[in-house]
């Protein structure tokens, strides 16, 4: 007698739960091999590619993970040394008064100033680079502040973002210089006295999101990065007048909320800005051409190899150092992109430089090196193009969803770390969130096809409350 075959509802159930399966397996096997020394593995900070070892240590401001005033042991903030040939030099950590380390700058003495946040405000402070210890700290009232620079020898130059203000319920985001000696603001500039009120789609508690500021031409002027507004700008200290501007609000081809915009300058004192374009998971470099335009020079990335980069230096060299944040690294590439230096650096690191070059850009710029266009980042040893979100993006490319899909891309792995646990990789995590899907769409299913079941079911229950 022939068997019959199920109903073929019940081999879509099969094969859903399979599939199911089949992508939790991974993320199940990495939580059963998770052992007692995990912390230190999914913490650890180590070399990659070493192609040219540097001339002089690295320190790297590592942001950290915290979300809602939770953070987590396995996602330090911390400051870090790496020595020339990827060796981890000393590591900094301050659990009690930074939830998050943002910009660090070497100091002309060999310190480092140091610029972190807490629940109350941010700390910014000279440290010791040999000993670890503080030589001077300034606690300041300010939100989430991500850089701060010596502007002379008693002020400092303040980005000053998320300055939400309740009496006109409106933004005072601003830049200041900061008196130290009588703690006093002596100079600030707003956002809304230059920008309409509608830039970014209204006044919000983040409105400009200022992430930077760097004292250039000969400190007659301050270049700013509000991130949210997609462009830099210059801003003339003695007139309050915007002089520069690079980008424009939801201009994304420019760029797209970007992050530590330096100044250089050509031979030829053309202005030029290099800066980490972090939402096109790129590096670029604008130089201003002989009709005052700004004009695309050179840029490297995509998201197929960088992830949210938040900082970009020129070394002497030539070569040009990156903070790939979502990568969890910093590298240092050639003019043609390739990786000669890397180190890597759980959890979200925010700013790197190198020791001796200043605490800016201090190399040529690729015009003066006779080098344009856009290069792909390549050579890690850590095996990038196998990350989930870089293999999507490399899949997609010369196809008619390149454009979606690499934005998608892109998204995913900028989003998906912050979530992640520290003990799966991409593909296992890709894999949970696969499953849930599948396991939402099963469930939408099902309710639909026994919604007059269900509906009967919750009309009994109605009738015997009442």
């Known amino acids: 007698m022939q068997r019959s075959l199920p109903p073929r509802r019940w081999l879509v159930r099969g094969v859903a ?57 396995k996602k330090p903030a ?30 002309p003495n060999g310190n480092l100033l140091v610029v972190s946040t807490n629940p109350d405000g941010t700390t910014v402070y000279e440290l010791n680079r040999d000993n670890r210890e503080r030589v001077w700290q300034e606690t300041l009232p300010y939100h989430d502040t991500h850089d701060i620079d010596v502007y002379n020898d008693t002020h400092l130059a303040i980005a000053n973002m998320r300055n ?8 005072d985001d601003r830049v200041v210089l900061y008196d130290r000696e009588d703690g006093e603001v002596d100079w600030e500039w707003k956002f809304r006295n230059h920008y309409p009120n509608s830039t970014d789609g209204g006044f919000a508690e ?31 200290i003695e007139s309050g007048e915007i002089t520069e501007r690079l980008g424009a609000d939801g201009d994304h081809s ?54 949210w980069p938040r900082d970009a230096d020129r070394l002497p060299n030539g070569n040009t150092l990156i903070t790939d944040s979502m990568n969890h690294r910093v590298i240092e590439i050639t003019p043609q992109g390739e990786i000669v230096w890397e180190y890597f650096a759980t959890w979200g690191p925010y700013d790197a430089e190198r020791i001796g070059t200043g605490d800016e850009s201090s190399g040529p710029t690729m015009r003066d090196q006779g080098v344009s ?33 690499t934005e998608f891309a892109g998204l995913w792995g900028r ?25 939402l769409g099963w469930g939408v299913a099902e309710a639909v096809r026994e919604r007059d079941r269900l509906l009967d079911g919750a009309r009994s229950l109605t009738e015997r409350a009442v």
């Open 17 to 73: 739960l399979l599939l199911v399966l089949s992508l939790l397996a991974p993320a199940a096997g990495a939580a059963l091999s998770i052992g007692e020394s995990s912390d230190d593995a999914v913490s650890q900070l180590e070399a990659g590619t070493m192609e040219t070892p540097a001339n002089n240590a690295t320190v790297i401001g590592i942001q950290g993970y915290h979300f809602q005033g939770q953070g987590n042991a």
């Open 78 to 107: 911390r400051v870090v040394s790496v020595g020339g040939n990827g060796t981890t030099q000393w590591v900094y950590e301050d659990a009690l008064s930074a939830r998050w380390f943002y910009d660090v700058d070497p100091l």
């Open 164 to 171: 939400w203000n309740e009496s006109c319920g409106c933004s």
């Open 206 to 236: 983040d409105w400009s999101h200022v992430n930077d500021v760097e004292v250039i031409r000969n400190g007659t002027e301050l270049l700013l990065s509000p991130r949210n507004f997609d462009q830099v700008i210059a801003v003339n």
């Open 254 to 307: 420019t760029l797209y909320e970007q992050h530590n915009p330096d100044w250089l300058t050509t031979e030829a004192g053309d202005p030029t800005i290099l800066v980490a374009d972090s939402e096109n998971d790129r590096v670029i470099e604008y130089t201003k051409n002989e009709d005052g335009e700004w004009e695309h020079v050179w840029s490297a990335g995509s998201s197929a190899s960088l992830s």
């Open 373 to 405: 266009g856009h290069k792909t980042v390549y050579g890690s040893a850590g095996g990038l193009s196998s990350t989930f979100s870089s293999w999507l993006a490399a899949t997609a490319q010369g196809t008619v969803v390149e454009a979606p899909v």
């Open 415 to 439: 989003l998906a770390p912050w979530f992640q646990p520290v003990w799966m990789d991409s593909w296992e995590f890709a894999g949970v969130a696969g499953a849930l899907l599948i396991l």
